[in-house]
């Protein structure tokens, strides 16, 4: 029989698995929106929303049903997470309309804020050592995003069904990442419950606190998680439409693969990043993320695909 450092090891590796099948999922739609578009006329500004409602639910259940975990278990929150995701991706493999989107784009902020915050706690749980859980951590959303575009892109290019398939491989894998937590995975929370509506409203309190001795680097890297964080989401949310109205780039794959590439760059500079001394990690960070914004421009303005 597995000892528990082994069920340990096994199971940080499958929540590592959930956290980038969560990511993936919430890339899936980008290569689909200027298909959407396209078929239900909307404008761009309307892109942009149903895009950016996903952040409300998603930062109100960051900050609060995450917290459950601590008191109810991690497995119970996950797998209800998993299984709300599931739901969205129902929504958007049956979406007709705009109205659709954005109830698809509510339920999976909500799941996807929820899944994050337990899964990410999971892992620390459980991370077989600390460079490893780091690496994990930092890496499985990051490489989920880029492969949620790419294989996103991939289908609807070549595939049938190309408005549906993406969403039905996702609720399949969901679903079997449910049942490997709930089979494999060991709870790592004490699960002192709540026993009374003040214990469950204390809970839900949201809660944001940074030790004293990480504040100054805390401050210091605020500026660029917000800049790295918002040139992500506006590459997942505009980056089609770019490559195809800016760079003349027609085919979804191609222009998938191509946007994906940010995020594949992005996973492959955890471990470089990591390996450098300190004093040159935010300088060279700073350094890579203007020097490619100011590309980015300079493809948008010119239509330059090599800039891109």
């Known amino acids: 029989m597995d000892g528990p450092q082994a069920r340990g090891a096994r199971g940080f590796w499958i929540i590592a698995a959930a956290v980038a099948a969560v990511m993936f999922a919430s890339a899936a739609p980008s290569p689909l929106y200027p298909v959407y578009q396209r078929l239900w006329g909307f404008s761009s500004a309307t892109l942009t929303i149903v895009f950016a409602v996903y952040a409300g639910p998603l930062l109100i259940s960051l900050l609060t049903v995450g917290a459950l975990s601590d008191h109810i278990g991690r497995r119970p929150v996950a797998i209800a997470s998993l299984l709300v995701l599931t739901v969205a991706m129902v929504v958007f493999a049956t979406a007709g309309s705009v109205t659709t989107l954005l109830v698809a784009r509510l339920t999976q902020g909500l799941a996807t804020g ?7 706690a ?21 490489a989920g995003l880029g492969i949620g575009v790419a294989v996103s892109a991939l289908l609807i290019q070549y595939a049938p069904a190309p408005r549906r398939l993406v969403y039905l491989l996702l609720i399949i894998a969901l679903l079997a990442l449910v049942v490997a937590v709930v089979s494999l995975v060991p709870e790592t929370s004490s699960r002192p419950g709540l026993p009374t509506l003040t214990h469950v409203a204390r809970a839900l309190a949201p809660h ?25 989401g506006l590459m997942l ?14 085919n979804h794959a191609a222009g998938g693969v191509l946007l994906a590439v940010f995020f594949f760059a992005a996973t492959a500079a955890t471990p470089l990043a990591i390996a450098q001394r300190h004093p040159m990690r935010l ?12 590309l980015v421009l300079v493809a948008a303005l010119t239509g330059s695909v090599l800039a891109y």
């Open 237 to 250: 949310a505009l980056g089609a439409s770019i490559t195809a109205d800016r760079l003349g780039i027609t």
């Open 122 to 142: 999971a892992m620390v749980d459980l991370q077989p050592s600390k460079r490893t859980g780091t690496l994990a951590v930092a890496m499985a959303p990051i």
């Open 283 to 294: 300088p060279a960070s700073y350094a890579c993320l203007g020097g490619g914004l100011a």
């Open 114 to 120: 929820a899944a994050m915050s337990v899964l990410t």
């Open 208 to 232: 944001v606190s940074v030790p004293e001795q990480a504040r100054s680097a805390f401050v210091a890297g605020t500026p660029a998680l917000i800049a790295t964080w918002a040139l992500g």
